[in-house]
């Protein structure tokens, strides 16, 4: 079993920058691939970012944020990060932590994360 932490989150100005935690208990968490979602008031959960898992090199970003957020995995740590940089108004909403298998299903499907986190709430103000 593994249970996800996320942390980070806050309210920030348009321009400025956050970097997401996501903490991991769990001794395979270095042979999952993790992924990062979010979901605005009112809209459905969206895509973010993913990472593979650590034997692998893989990184995985929608476009609404390639370029400005970046990816990375701690895994001496147990912990995936999302640096967010430039953030925008629209990045506004409840950023989730997943993980789940290495090797099926697509880094964009919700549904091959098995495991998930309660979530952190960035705000970007204009």
């Known amino acids: 079993q593994v249970q996800l932490v996320e942390s980070g989150g806050g309210l920030v100005q348009a321009g400025g920058s956050l970097r997401l935690s996501c903490a991991a208990s769990g001794r395979i968490f270095s042979t999952l691939a993790v992924g990062w979602f979010r979901q605005a008031p009112g809209k459905e959960r969206e895509f973010v970012a993913a990472i593979s898992w650590s034997g692998d090199s893989t990184y995985v970003y929608a476009d609404s944020v390639k370029g400005r957020f970046t990816i990375s995995r701690d895994d001496a740590k147990n912990t995936v990060y999302l640096q967010m940089n430039s953030l925008k108004p629209e990045d506004t909403a409840a950023y989730y932590c997943?993980?789940?298998?290495?090797?099926?299903?697509?880094?964009?499907?919700?549904?091959?994360?098995?495991?998930w986190g309660q979530g952190t709430q960035v705000t970007v103000s204009s």
């Open positions: 997943a993980a789940g298998s290495a090797y099926s299903g697509s880094y964009y499907d919700s549904g091959r994360y098995k495991y």
